[in-house]
């Protein structure tokens, strides 16, 4: 994401990272002096194990390496989707479109968590659909690339050759009933980042920002939670002050 620092002459462009865990319904906002590079992601993922969903930015798929045994990462599908609208007047561009929302119509047939509908039946429903579209997916793809019309710098090209180098990852997701098909869910949460944006502007410094981090990172998941933010940090201070030294209480106060 995106976050506008303001300086005393200037104002910049940083990057605030974003990561969303599932189950526990928990949003991390991480800002690193607005680095984008991958050092702050690998720095985060040291000692974890378990799924990253992510596009191909390539950082992310440095985990796909035997540098980190204990993660595997899966795909986003609306991220290599995107790559085909943006070229949906071709019509080998829009079989394709239409073959992977044929993924998202089946996947909405259930919904985890109605109608006692569990992650092992998601799983089940998933084998069952899942292996003939994406084999329907991949013919389609290596049909297109054979064609001796293609230009190699084409948008159709690109299109293609980014959905066939994320192919295991794609696979990778109808490997649990409990994956999302993309990163929708954080890009959503995202959007109030931007609200907040359009709204204070910027950050004044460095430390700002990482404070900012800090409260979207509370804010944000107390919405998944649906605990209310404006209680819930309320009740922190009135927890805090009476585990603290009648000093420091009557210091806070004043």
């Known amino acids: 994401i995106s976050c506008s620092l303001v300086g005393s002459e200037m104002c910049i462009r940083d990057s605030i990272w974003a990561a969303v865990a599932v189950k526990q319904k928990l949003i991390l906002y991480l800002y690193e002096n607005g680095s984008r590079s991958g050092k702050v992601l690998f720095d985060l993922l040291s000692e974890y194990e378990g799924t990253v969903q992510s596009d191909a930015y390539s950082p992310y798929r440095k985990l796909e390496s035997d540098a980190y045994p204990g993660i595997k990462r899966i795909a986003c599908l609306q991220h290599v989707k995107r790559k085909f609208l943006e070229v949906r007047e071709e019509p080998d561009a829009q079989k394709i479109v239409e073959l992977t929302n044929k993924l998202y119509q089946k996947e909405h047939e259930h919904c985890v968590g109605r109608q006692g509908w569990t992650d092992k039946d998601n799983l089940r429903h998933r084998k069952r659909y899942a292996p003939q579209i994406l084999s329907e997916i991949k013919r389609e793809l290596l049909r297109i690339k054979s064609k001796p019309d293609l230009l190699p710098k084409s948008e159709m090209a690109g299109a293609v050759d980014y959905m066939l180098s994320q192919w295991e990852a794609i696979k990778g997701i109808f490997t649990e009933g409990y994956y999302y098909l993309d990163n929708n869910l954080v890009e ?17 410094s460095h430390k700002g920002a990482e404070r900012g981090a800090l409260f ?7 919405r998944m939670q649906g605990i209310n933010t404006f209680e819930y940090i309320t009740e922190v201070i009135n927890l805090s002050l009476i585990h603290i ?5 009557l210091q806070l106060i004043s």
Request: glycine share 4%.
């Open 216 to 222: 979207y990172s509370l804010a944000c998941s107390c």
């Open 245 to 249: 030294s009648e000093p420091t209480r």
């Open 188 to 204: 959503r949460y995202n959007r109030y980042i931007s609200l907040s944006r359009r709204n204070s502007l910027f950050f004044g």
